[in-house]
């Protein structure tokens, strides 16, 4: 992998209109080396999973502040599986509960990154666990 950029893509699910920290995170893992698609505001579940099939990212991460994660990974998941796309790495960043962090990486999310996350911390995660 070493020779390959690793290819993360960024969505912003559902009707989250918060698209600030998603773009400094984008900034920060190009900053990286890493190559970045970020979709932008507003996306489906069938958009995201077929962006991750396109695109044949590394790396699937949805930035939510909206409250929406757990019907959006829920919808995610049988897309993803549909796809052939569970080999991917799959996080999930934002404003994530802590009552919610059990759900969301039983429905197969990898890692969870909440609201105050260091940079550093996400981007050593998506370098180690990259398949």
């Not at 959006?72 to 994530?96: M, Q, S, T």
């Amino acid at each position: 992998m070493s020779d390959k950029k690793i290819r993360v893509l960024i969505a912003k699910p559902g009707l989250d209109g918060h698209d600030q920290g998603a773009k400094v995170v984008v900034r920060a893992l190009m900053d990286a080396g890493m190559e970045v698609i970020y979709t932008g505001l507003r996306q489906s579940p069938e958009a995201v999973a077929n962006t991750a099939a396109q695109e044949d990212v590394d790396v699937i991460g949805l930035s939510s502040m909206a409250g929406s994660h757990l019907s959006f990974c829920k919808r995610l998941k049988v897309l993803i599986d549909e796809n052939g796309i569970d080999d991917k790495l799959w996080l999930v960043g934002g404003n994530i509960p802590p009552q919610d962090h059990e759900e969301v990486l039983k429905i197969g999310v990898d890692a969870i990154f909440a609201q105050g996350s260091k940079m550093e911390t996400f981007i050593e995660y998506i370098r180690e666990n990259v398949k």
